[in-house]
């Protein structure tokens, strides 16, 4: 049972399996207990997301070792006929445990990892598909930003895609590997009426959560006047990505190696950088403008994605918002 649970905590199980198990563990409180106490175990490997490369060639030296080794036991025994450990053998089985440890933990935290990163890119592919389904009733519009109010943040696209039907599951709006998933059972997604309603320190939680883990492209200003972000199946454009940390710097989802971005056309992608190609060649800041500021794009091409709380255009909004 122990190996299925270790399974079921890598997520490496099939999905006939994860079932049956949660069923037995749910029936076997005890069961429970035991898949805790494992979960326990293995968040310290978690927290270490760096990986420590093995020593060029251990596998084999150490293989060499105990063939060499294996032998010269042999040839003694047939001396002394004795079967009882030496501190030699004692020592060579705990060489043997430690080059082993070297090379399965860090493949253990691997797999978690390349595990919450795979599903996050398959919530931004789900998101892309509802985007989709948006953009083409709306002749290419995205879920629209209000230049101000209640409704002025970057995270309003979550109400709009959930409330109109576009996306039936609103945890598909939670990162695997962001802080938000530890509140998954509680998380939801308001109305857009609840959110005009909507005041003081109740407003500033809802418009920080209804964007869940991701950042939604942000739309530019034309001539003074705000645009709303639109779809153009472009495969440069940005749509949504992991959100940035709090000094906008990469996300710190996935060990702050990069985020997955979703694009205008549906793919997703997992970016080391915080920049994109854009159309006219240049690098374009995923999270900032071309002024350097966490807000709505100064051109067309100038795609920036904000936090689920990012206003548009934040030199309009009263002061304590």
């Excluded at 079932?19 to 293995?42: C, N, Y």
């Excluded at 595990?115 to 892309?128: E, F, M, P, Y």
């Excluded at 998933?181 to 407003?203: M, N, Y």
Aim: a negative charge.
């Amino acid at each position: 049972m122990r190996p299925l649970l270790l399974g079921y905590l890598l997520d490496a199980l099939e999905p006939e399996e994860r079932a049956a198990l949660e069923e037995q563990i749910s029936r076997d409180p005890a069961l429970g207990v035991e898949l805790e106490k494992m979960r326990d175990a293995l968040d310290p490997l978690v927290d270490d997301d760096e990986e420590i490369a093995a020593p060029s060639g251990l596998a084999q030296r150490t293989c060499h070792f105990v063939a060499a080794r294996t032998q010269i036991e042999r040839d003694a025994s047939r001396h002394t006929g004795s079967s009882q450990w030496s501190m030699q053998d004692i020592g060579v089985a705990a060489g043997i445990f430690v080059a082993a440890s070297m090379l399965f933990f860090p493949a253990v935290v691997t797999s978690r990892n390349n595990a919450r990163v795979a599903q996050c890119s398959h919530n931004l592919a789900t998101l892309g598909t509802a985007m989709g389904e948006y953009t083409s009733f709306f002749g290419g519009q995205l879920p629209p930003i209000e230049a101000e109010g209640n409704l002025a943040r970057a995270g309003v696209y979550g109400p709009i895609l959930v409330n109109g039907g576009y996306l039936d599951d609103a945890t598909v709006l939670v990162c695997p590997a962001s802080p938000l998933v530890s509140r998954i059972s509680s998380f939801r997604v308001p109305s857009l009426d609840e959110l005009r309603r909507a005041t003081g320190d109740k407003l500033l939680e809802l418009q920080r959560n209804m964007g869940g883990s991701y950042a939604y492209r942000l739309g530019y200003v034309y001539s003074g006047d705000y645009i709303s972000p639109r779809s153009e199946n472009r495969s440069t454009f940005p749509v949504l990505a992991d959100a940035p940390d709090a000094s906008n710097s990469l996300s710190e989802y996935h060990g702050c190696c990069g985020q997955n971005t979703l694009f205008e056309d549906g793919h997703v992608e997992f970016l080391k950088t915080r920049s994109c190609p854009s159309a006219d060649g240049r690098q374009d800041d995923l999270f900032l403008n071309d002024e350097g500021l966490p807000a709505a794009g100064l051109h067309p091409a100038d795609a920036v994605l904000g936090p689920s709380a990012t206003a548009p255009l934040p030199a309009l909004l009263p002061v304590g918002q």
